[in-house]
């Protein structure tokens, strides 16, 4: 479980984060929307210690984020997969996927090299496991950055707006993915502009807006419009993402 | 006018002076690598007092002229009771001073790695260690192994200042040669020739070492 409590992150004098809590059981999807700057991918960045906190608490599995020992076991539970990809260039695609696994996770080089092809081999990349990330598309890129991710048989996967980057016929390759792993039960986090995306496979969405949760409502009561999209600002950032056609 | 054939019996002597070249060269770019990746680090450290000591050296030895530290070194030094022979004052006093500019150069490197790719790491939970072991240094390396081979064709070059701490390398050799031949003609323009053909080759070793570490740019790159 994700416990998030009274989440508070400063940037200087700016305050993204002010006061946000949010809680993630086992197995659940939660889609994050928001407009840019609403602290969306901040609050990403807090779950995996990538940004320190400014006040509150994130407890994952009852482990502490802000605890510099406990950290450690955070980031083995959670994976992140970045809106760049950030491969590392100068590995080969196994190599990317191998490297926590070894190193973080201590598991023989055999061991980890298997359970990479099996990955590589469930988003269709097999094939490229001796090439280097420059030599990917995109959407390749990314399969190989989720394929990263799940190598270390996260608890929780933490997509920061995995499709941004990506043309739609890539976004499709890779929310495809995704899909299948949201219905094999395995627990996200995903911070999207992908309205569609969010509709198919979160079990809740949340709305955050100037560093505060707006809404968080089950799917069905969110898109249904008698919850979240009474608010006219979800409604307003609906109607401009341009998927949502009226069903208010 | 230019008669090689009067120098052919010294080639053996040169060949000597060249092999103590070779040596000195060879060890000197091993200490100066170790210890510019060590300055390297201590730069871009956030501990204060790594991050100051690391920036007096290199400030220090990149202003000083080489031959006054190497002076300082072998005639210097043995005042105070530190003794030791021509040629390791050499390789000593080479990789401390060439030392300096690695260390500038690979900074250079680690500091054009991507933040991203480093989050991308942490988050995976890699030790700090792990992290400059296996990606950090990696990257900045392939980036700076261009500028470092300036730095070490320099440092070749260089030891050429150690004739001066009578060590009978290559060009300490060739100046006895002249002097007992009275051609300095003929042996300076084998010297020239020697070195431009030392220097190529070193940089043609570089660019085969470049396009090695960047082979990962795929066909874009070199």
């Known amino acids: 479980m994700i416990e998030i409590k009274k989440l508070h992150k400063n940037f200087g004098d700016l305050q993204v984060l002010k006061g946000v809590d949010l809680t993630l059981k086992p197995g659940e999807v939660v889609s994050i929307l928001g407009g840019s700057g609403s602290g969306k991918s901040t609050m990403i960045r807090c779950i995996n210690g990538l940004e320190g906190i400014t006040s509150g608490s994130i407890f994952v599995d009852g482990f502490d984020v802000s605890n510099k020992k406990e950290l450690l076991e955070v980031r083995k539970k959670c994976s992140t997969v970045f809106q760049q990809f950030d491969l590392y260039p100068h590995l080969s695609v196994l190599e990317n996927i191998t490297l926590a696994p070894v190193y973080v996770l201590s ?21 490229k496991k001796d090439v280097f990330p420059a030599q990917l598309s995109g959407g390749q890129k990314q399969r190989v950055g989720i394929c990263r991710a799940l190598a270390m048989r996260p608890d929780y996967l933490l997509l920061d707006e995995v499709t941004s980057s990506l043309d739609p016929e890539m976004t499709a390759e890779v929310l495809d993915i995704l899909k299948k792993l949201a219905r094999e039960g395995i627990t996200m986090i995903s911070v999207t502009h992908e309205i569609e995306f969010a509709r198919e496979i979160s079990d809740r969405i ?28 979800i409604a307003r950032f609906l109607s401009k993402m341009g998927e949502f056609n009226g069903q208010a | 006018m230019l008669d090689l054939a009067s120098i052919t019996e010294y080639v053996p002597a040169f060949l000597d002076g060249f092999i103590i070249t070779a040596e000195v060269s060879i060890l000197s770019i091993l200490g100066s690598f170790i210890l510019g990746i060590l300055i390297a680090l201590m730069r871009v450290s956030s ?44 390789c000593l006093v080479l990789s401390i001073a060439v030392g300096a500019y690695v260390g500038e150069t690979i900074r250079a490197g680690i500091l ?11 988050s995976f939970g890699f030790s700090k260690f792990q992290i400059y072991a296996k990606i950090i240094l990696p990257i900045a390396l392939t980036i700076s192994v261009r500028p470092l081979g300036s730095v070490f064709i320099n440092l070749i070059l260089t030891t050429s200042i150690l004739s001066s701490i009578t060590l009978n390398e290559l060009t300490g050799v060739s100046k006895v040669i002249a002097s007992t031949t009275f051609r300095p003609f003929e042996v300076y323009v084998f010297l020239v020739i020697f070195y431009g053909l030392l220097t190529f080759m070193i940089s043609a070793l570089i660019s085969l070492w470049h396009r090695h570490l960047n082979r990962y740019l795929g066909e874009e790159a070199s």
């Open chain 1, 206 to 233: 949340v709305f955050l807006d100037q560093g505060r949760i707006l809404s968080d409502l089950p799917k069905d009561e969110f898109f249904a419009g008698d919850g979240g999209l009474a608010d006219p600002r």
């Open chain 2, 47 to 90: 501990n204060r007092f790594l991050n100051y000591t690391s920036l007096v050296y290199v400030d220090l030895f990149r202003n000083i002229p080489f031959i006054v530290l190497i002076f300082f070194g072998y005639y210097g030094l043995p005042e105070i009771g530190v003794y030791m022979d021509a040629f390791w004052t050499g």
């Open chain 1, 107 to 127: 598991s023989s080089k055999k061991d980890a090299e298997a359970i990479a092809l099996d990955l590589l081999d469930s988003v269709g990349l097999a094939d």
């Open chain 2, 112 to 122: 054009s790695v991507e933040k991203g790719i480093l989050e991308a790491a942490r």
